[in-house]
Protein backbone atom coordinates (compact mmCIF):
# COMPACT_ATOMS: atom_id res chain seq x y z
CA UNK A 1 0.00 0.00 0.00
CA UNK A 2 0.95 3.56 -0.44
CA UNK A 3 2.29 5.52 2.42
CA UNK A 4 1.16 7.25 4.21
CA UNK A 5 -2.26 6.22 5.17
CA UNK A 6 -5.33 8.93 5.09
CA UNK A 7 -8.44 9.71 6.87
CA UNK A 8 -11.35 11.13 5.40
CA UNK A 9 -13.72 12.94 8.14
CA UNK A 10 -17.05 13.32 6.15
CA UNK A 11 -19.64 15.69 7.34
CA UNK A 12 -22.66 13.83 9.00
CA UNK A 13 -24.97 15.58 5.84
CA UNK A 14 -22.72 13.43 3.32
CA UNK A 15 -22.93 10.31 4.93
CA UNK A 16 -25.08 9.07 2.17
CA UNK A 17 -23.74 10.61 -0.46
CA UNK A 18 -22.89 7.59 -3.14
CA UNK A 19 -20.35 9.38 -5.10
CA UNK A 20 -18.25 9.70 -2.34
CA UNK A 21 -18.37 5.88 -1.34
CA UNK A 22 -18.01 4.93 -5.27
CA UNK A 23 -14.91 7.60 -4.77
CA UNK A 24 -13.43 6.23 -1.69
CA UNK A 25 -13.97 2.52 -2.82
CA UNK A 26 -12.15 3.52 -6.05
CA UNK A 27 -9.02 5.35 -4.50
CA UNK A 28 -8.95 2.05 -1.88
CA UNK A 29 -8.84 -0.75 -5.09
CA UNK A 30 -5.74 1.64 -6.46
CA UNK A 31 -4.36 0.31 -2.98
CA UNK A 32 -4.67 3.08 -1.14
CA UNK A 33 -5.57 3.44 2.31
CA UNK A 34 -8.29 6.03 3.31
CA UNK A 35 -10.50 5.30 6.24
CA UNK A 36 -12.98 7.21 6.92
CA UNK A 37 -15.05 8.71 9.96
CA UNK A 38 -18.81 11.07 10.10
CA UNK A 39 -19.58 13.75 12.16
CA UNK A 40 -22.74 13.63 14.68
CA UNK A 41 -23.24 16.58 16.53
CA UNK A 42 -20.79 19.56 17.50
CA UNK A 43 -17.54 18.85 18.41
CA UNK A 44 -16.96 15.25 16.54
CA UNK A 45 -14.74 16.94 14.09
CA UNK A 46 -12.04 18.19 16.66
CA UNK A 47 -12.45 15.00 18.14
CA UNK A 48 -12.35 12.91 15.32
CA UNK A 49 -9.44 14.86 13.83
CA UNK A 50 -7.57 14.65 17.51
CA UNK A 51 -7.78 10.44 17.56
CA UNK A 52 -6.82 10.38 14.02
CA UNK A 53 -3.66 11.83 15.07
CA UNK A 54 -2.93 9.55 18.04
CA UNK A 55 -3.72 6.40 15.54
CA UNK A 56 -0.70 8.10 13.67
CA UNK A 57 -2.24 9.26 10.45
CA UNK A 58 -0.39 12.15 9.29
CA UNK A 59 -3.21 13.33 6.30
CA UNK A 60 -6.31 14.13 6.57
CA UNK A 61 -9.46 15.08 4.42
CA UNK A 62 -12.05 17.17 4.87
CA UNK A 63 -15.29 15.85 3.52
CA UNK A 64 -17.88 19.21 3.20
CA UNK A 65 -18.10 22.70 3.01
CA UNK A 66 -15.66 25.78 3.99
CA UNK A 67 -17.12 25.41 7.15
CA UNK A 68 -15.63 21.66 7.38
CA UNK A 69 -12.92 22.52 6.41
CA UNK A 70 -12.14 25.52 9.08
CA UNK A 71 -12.96 23.16 11.85
CA UNK A 72 -10.47 20.92 10.59
CA UNK A 73 -7.75 23.65 10.36
CA UNK A 74 -8.62 24.83 13.67
CA UNK A 75 -8.24 21.32 15.10
CA UNK A 76 -5.38 20.76 13.18
CA UNK A 77 -3.62 24.31 14.14
CA UNK A 78 -4.56 23.69 18.15
CA UNK A 79 -3.07 20.27 17.71
CA UNK A 80 0.38 21.32 16.67
CA UNK A 81 0.75 18.57 14.31
CA UNK A 82 2.29 18.55 11.10
CA UNK A 83 -0.15 16.75 9.39
CA UNK A 84 -1.34 17.55 6.16
CA UNK A 85 -4.99 18.32 4.95
CA UNK A 86 -6.59 17.72 1.60
CA UNK A 87 -10.10 19.02 0.78
CA UNK A 88 -13.14 17.03 -0.30
CA UNK A 89 -15.35 19.79 -1.87
CA UNK A 90 -19.36 18.94 -1.15
CA UNK A 91 -20.84 21.98 0.37
CA UNK A 92 -22.90 24.08 -1.33
CA UNK A 93 -20.73 27.01 -2.24
CA UNK A 94 -17.61 25.39 -2.04
CA UNK A 95 -16.21 28.99 -2.44
CA UNK A 96 -12.45 27.98 -1.46
CA UNK A 97 -12.60 24.70 -3.67
CA UNK A 98 -13.53 26.74 -6.82
CA UNK A 99 -11.01 29.52 -5.83
CA UNK A 100 -7.76 27.05 -5.46
CA UNK A 101 -9.62 24.89 -8.46
CA UNK A 102 -9.38 22.15 -6.36
CA UNK A 103 -11.54 19.31 -8.26
CA UNK A 104 -15.08 18.89 -7.42
CA UNK A 105 -15.48 15.47 -8.39
CA UNK A 106 -14.85 13.55 -5.12
CA UNK A 107 -12.25 10.99 -7.19
CA UNK A 108 -10.47 13.52 -8.67
CA UNK A 109 -10.02 15.80 -5.51
CA UNK A 110 -8.67 12.48 -3.96
CA UNK A 111 -5.90 12.29 -6.42
CA UNK A 112 -4.54 15.12 -4.93
CA UNK A 113 -3.29 13.33 -2.34
CA UNK A 114 -0.71 11.79 -4.58
CA UNK A 115 0.91 15.59 -4.41
CA UNK A 116 3.17 16.82 -2.08
CA UNK A 117 1.52 19.38 0.31
CA UNK A 118 2.46 22.98 0.18
CA UNK A 119 2.67 25.38 3.06
CA UNK A 120 0.10 27.91 2.80
CA UNK A 121 -1.13 31.06 5.48
CA UNK A 122 -3.82 30.87 7.29
CA UNK A 123 -5.97 33.57 8.50
CA UNK A 124 -7.10 34.61 11.98
CA UNK A 125 -9.41 36.99 13.57
CA UNK A 126 -8.59 37.80 17.33
CA UNK A 127 -7.24 33.91 17.48
CA UNK A 128 -9.98 32.87 15.54
CA UNK A 129 -8.72 30.53 12.34
CA UNK A 130 -9.92 31.22 8.55
CA UNK A 131 -8.66 29.68 5.73
CA UNK A 132 -10.95 31.08 3.20
CA UNK A 133 -12.23 34.69 3.74
CA UNK A 134 -13.71 37.05 6.74
CA UNK A 135 -16.84 38.76 5.46
CA UNK A 136 -19.07 41.26 7.33
CA UNK A 137 -21.68 43.53 7.37
CA UNK A 138 -25.19 42.85 5.05
CA UNK A 139 -23.48 40.38 3.10
CA UNK A 140 -22.12 38.36 6.32
CA UNK A 141 -26.12 38.52 6.84
CA UNK A 142 -27.20 37.34 3.94
CA UNK A 143 -24.32 33.99 3.91
CA UNK A 144 -25.56 33.43 7.56
CA UNK A 145 -28.90 33.44 6.96
CA UNK A 146 -29.91 31.28 3.72
CA UNK A 147 -31.86 28.56 4.28
CA UNK A 148 -30.30 25.10 4.07
CA UNK A 149 -32.99 24.13 2.19
CA UNK A 150 -32.77 26.56 -0.54
CA UNK A 151 -28.59 26.16 -0.92
CA UNK A 152 -29.75 22.28 -1.80
CA UNK A 153 -32.23 23.03 -4.57
CA UNK A 154 -30.24 26.46 -5.79
CA UNK A 155 -26.58 26.16 -4.88
CA UNK A 156 -24.76 29.52 -5.08
CA UNK A 157 -27.99 31.40 -6.39
CA UNK A 158 -29.53 30.77 -2.64
CA UNK A 159 -26.85 33.72 -1.58
CA UNK A 160 -28.39 35.99 -4.07
CA UNK A 161 -32.07 35.23 -4.18
CA UNK A 162 -32.08 35.66 -0.01
CA UNK A 163 -30.16 38.92 -0.35
CA UNK A 164 -32.64 40.22 -3.33
CA UNK A 165 -35.36 39.14 -0.28
CA UNK A 166 -33.79 41.19 2.45
CA UNK A 167 -33.03 44.00 1.09
CA UNK A 168 -35.81 45.82 3.33
CA UNK A 169 -33.83 45.07 6.50
CA UNK A 170 -30.41 46.65 4.44
CA UNK A 171 -28.20 48.67 7.28
CA UNK A 172 -24.52 49.28 6.93
CA UNK A 173 -22.14 49.25 9.93
CA UNK A 174 -19.68 52.21 10.29
CA UNK A 175 -15.50 51.08 11.55
CA UNK A 176 -12.21 52.62 11.39
CA UNK A 177 -10.18 50.22 9.51
CA UNK A 178 -6.00 50.38 10.08
CA UNK A 179 -2.89 48.45 9.02
CA UNK A 180 0.37 49.40 7.73
CA UNK A 181 0.10 52.09 5.43
CA UNK A 182 -3.54 52.01 5.37
CA UNK A 183 -6.13 53.64 7.16
CA UNK A 184 -10.03 54.07 6.14
CA UNK A 185 -13.16 54.85 8.30
CA UNK A 186 -16.60 55.28 7.48
CA UNK A 187 -20.35 53.25 6.79
CA UNK A 188 -19.54 49.70 4.88
CA UNK A 189 -22.11 47.57 3.13
CA UNK A 190 -19.70 44.72 3.09
CA UNK A 191 -16.66 43.70 3.90
CA UNK A 192 -13.85 41.41 3.18
CA UNK A 193 -10.88 39.86 4.36
CA UNK A 194 -9.03 37.17 1.92
CA UNK A 195 -6.70 34.44 2.47
CA UNK A 196 -9.06 33.51 -0.26
CA UNK A 197 -10.82 34.75 -3.11
CA UNK A 198 -14.36 34.54 -2.84
CA UNK A 199 -17.53 33.49 -0.76
CA UNK A 200 -21.20 33.89 -0.39
CA UNK A 201 -21.47 31.28 -3.59
CA UNK A 202 -19.26 32.63 -5.71
CA UNK A 203 -18.64 36.77 -4.26
CA UNK A 204 -14.91 37.56 -5.74
CA UNK A 205 -14.07 40.25 -3.01
CA UNK A 206 -10.60 39.77 -3.09
CA UNK A 207 -9.87 37.83 -6.87
CA UNK A 208 -5.95 38.73 -6.25
CA UNK A 209 -5.52 37.13 -3.23
CA UNK A 210 -3.01 34.17 -2.43
CA UNK A 211 -2.43 31.72 0.47
CA UNK A 212 1.21 31.91 0.68
CA UNK A 213 2.40 35.67 0.20
CA UNK A 214 2.06 36.16 3.91
CA UNK A 215 -0.75 38.76 3.46
CA UNK A 216 -4.55 39.34 3.80
CA UNK A 217 -6.80 40.82 0.87
CA UNK A 218 -8.67 43.68 1.96
CA UNK A 219 -12.14 44.89 0.17
CA UNK A 220 -14.42 47.35 1.50
CA UNK A 221 -17.70 48.35 0.04
CA UNK A 222 -18.44 51.82 1.19
CA UNK A 223 -21.95 52.99 1.51
CA UNK A 224 -23.19 55.22 -1.02
CA UNK A 225 -26.41 56.68 -1.63
CA UNK A 226 -27.73 54.36 -4.21
CA UNK A 227 -27.00 51.17 -1.52
CA UNK A 228 -29.61 48.93 -3.20
CA UNK A 229 -27.75 49.31 -6.86
CA UNK A 230 -24.47 48.88 -4.82
CA UNK A 231 -25.47 45.47 -2.79
CA UNK A 232 -26.92 44.06 -5.79
CA UNK A 233 -23.89 44.35 -7.75
CA UNK A 234 -21.87 42.81 -4.93
CA UNK A 235 -24.64 39.74 -4.21
CA UNK A 236 -24.49 38.81 -8.37
CA UNK A 237 -21.33 38.56 -8.41
CA UNK A 238 -20.27 41.77 -10.58
CA UNK A 239 -16.72 41.69 -10.06
CA UNK A 240 -16.05 44.44 -12.35
CA UNK A 241 -18.90 47.08 -10.98
CA UNK A 242 -17.58 46.00 -6.86
CA UNK A 243 -13.67 47.03 -8.51
CA UNK A 244 -15.32 50.68 -8.96
CA UNK A 245 -16.88 51.38 -5.47
CA UNK A 246 -14.43 49.14 -2.93
CA UNK A 247 -11.64 50.43 -1.06
CA UNK A 248 -9.09 47.93 -1.35
CA UNK A 249 -5.61 46.97 0.33
CA UNK A 250 -3.10 43.67 1.05
CA UNK A 251 -1.68 43.94 4.48
CA UNK A 252 -0.29 41.55 7.19
CA UNK A 253 -2.49 43.16 9.56
CA UNK A 254 -5.27 44.79 10.27
CA UNK A 255 -7.18 46.34 12.96
CA UNK A 256 -10.78 47.16 13.38
CA UNK A 257 -12.79 49.51 15.25
CA UNK A 258 -16.53 50.12 15.45
CA UNK A 259 -19.01 51.43 17.75
CA UNK A 260 -21.29 48.85 17.70
CA UNK A 261 -20.78 44.87 16.61
CA UNK A 262 -20.15 44.07 13.21
CA UNK A 263 -21.26 40.65 12.05
CA UNK A 264 -18.23 38.48 11.13
CA UNK A 265 -18.19 35.52 8.64
CA UNK A 266 -15.07 33.25 8.75
CA UNK A 267 -15.70 30.59 6.69
CA UNK A 268 -19.32 29.68 7.70
CA UNK A 269 -18.82 30.69 11.15
CA UNK A 270 -20.84 33.78 12.63
CA UNK A 271 -18.91 35.96 15.04
CA UNK A 272 -19.83 39.53 16.28
CA UNK A 273 -17.15 42.01 17.62
CA UNK A 274 -16.66 45.78 17.94
CA UNK A 275 -12.60 45.71 17.86
CA UNK A 276 -11.29 43.09 15.89
CA UNK A 277 -7.68 42.20 14.86
CA UNK A 278 -7.02 40.45 11.81
CA UNK A 279 -3.29 38.47 11.20
CA UNK A 280 -1.68 35.69 9.49
CA UNK A 281 -0.39 32.90 10.04
CA UNK A 282 2.04 32.32 8.19
CA UNK A 283 2.79 29.32 6.28
CA UNK A 284 0.93 27.37 9.38
CA UNK A 285 -0.98 24.37 6.98
CA UNK A 286 0.21 22.10 4.75
CA UNK A 287 -2.14 21.77 2.43
CA UNK A 288 -2.68 19.65 -0.77
CA UNK A 289 -3.46 21.87 -3.92
CA UNK A 290 -3.04 21.62 -8.15
CA UNK A 291 0.29 22.57 -8.71
CA UNK A 292 -1.31 25.23 -11.74
CA UNK A 293 -4.11 26.69 -8.28
CA UNK A 294 -4.68 29.99 -8.96
CA UNK A 295 -4.01 30.58 -5.14
CA UNK A 296 -0.33 30.31 -5.50
CA UNK A 297 1.23 33.11 -5.75
CA UNK A 298 5.14 32.30 -7.69
CA UNK A 299 7.39 34.59 -6.04
CA UNK A 300 6.17 36.38 -2.19
CA UNK A 301 5.04 39.70 -1.63
CA UNK A 302 6.27 40.00 1.73
CA UNK A 303 9.37 41.54 3.04
CA UNK A 304 10.57 41.15 6.41
CA UNK A 305 9.97 44.82 7.48
CA UNK A 306 6.60 44.36 6.56
CA UNK A 307 6.11 41.64 9.89
CA UNK A 308 2.97 42.45 11.87
CA UNK A 309 4.15 44.37 15.10
Excluded at 64 to 70: E, K, Q
Excluded at 233 to 238: A, E
Aim: glycine letters at 12%; proline letters at 6%; hydrophobic letters at 40%.
Amino acid sequence: MNEPKAMLILHGKQGLNEDVRTAVNEWRQLGNELAVRVTWEPGDTARLVNEALAAGYQTLVAGGGDGTVREMVQALLDSGSEASLAVLPLGTANDFAHAAEIPLEPFDALTLLNRQPIRVDVGEMNGEPFINMATGGFGSKVTATTPNELKRVLGGSAYLLTGLSRFSELRTAWGRFEGPDFTWEGEFLALGIGNGRQSGGGQQLCPQASVDDGLLDICIVPAPADTVGTLGTLLSGGLLGIDTVSVTARVPWLEVEAPDEIDINLDGEPFAAKRMRFSVRRRALRLHLPADSPLLRDEPLLREDHQPA
